[in-house]
């Protein structure tokens, strides 16, 4: 392990001589800044997302298991990866709830992720099969479509990506301004002897 692979956390532990009250309130700051509690408006976002996910499980699975046997094969496994979408943002919110926090660097990414991936997969689906299609013109509506859902599932993943880099910026900032006020602290210490 070389220099560079150390954590701040990991070298701040190893100074010998560590102000416990900046490393304390360095702690708090960097929780603070990461770390969302589950309250408020913040709680009622997740509570609406389990509802989706089990609107989703539940209306997708349903179809997916009634639907006619006439129905290709391929439109019942879409609607089978919506229902398995929804079984995963059940699980997502659940672990949420569980921890009664957001993490803003992890949780806001893998959400998007989430809805990111369901995407591509429905895409690939589609367009792999669209062409086998009777009506060309049918597939290529469908492959329209996606676009849209596409593009929206990006910009969220682009926005959940930004911010987790305002993020890392902002912990970096922190850091810088701890180092800055020991360095300060032991100038002081310095002068006065």
Do not use: C
Not at 60 to 83: H, K, V
Not at 118 to 126: H, P, S
């Amino acid at each position: 392990m070389n220099k560079y692979d150390t954590t701040f956390d990991e070298k701040l532990l190893g100074l010998e001589k560590i102000n416990p009250s900046l490393k304390e309130r360095y702690e708090k700051e960097k929780k603070n800044m990461l770390e969302r509690k589950l309250t408020g408006w913040t709680k009622m976002s997740h509570v609406i997302g389990l509802l989706m996910g089990i609107g989703f499980t539940l209306l997708f699975g349903t179809i997916a298991i009634i639907i006619p046997s006439e129905f290709p094969l391929w439109g019942r496994s879409m609607f089978a990866i919506g229902a398995l979408f929804g079984l995963a943002i059940i699980a997502f919110e659940i672990f949420i709830f569980k921890k009664g926090k957001v993490d803003l660097k992890k949780d806001e990414v893998a959400a998007a992720g989430l809805g990111w991936g369901l995407i591509v997969i429905a895409g690939t689906i589609v367009l792999v099969y669209s062409g086998k299609l009777p009506d060309r013109v049918v597939g290529v509506h469908m492959l329209v479509s996606l676009i849209f859902f596409e593009v929206a599932s990006a910009s969220m993943l682009l926005k959940a990506f930004l911010q987790r880099s305002e993020l890392n910026t902002r912990e970096k900032l922190l850091e810088i301004e701890l180092r800055l006020a020991e360095l300060s602290e032991k100038l002081e210490s310095k002068n006065k002897t």
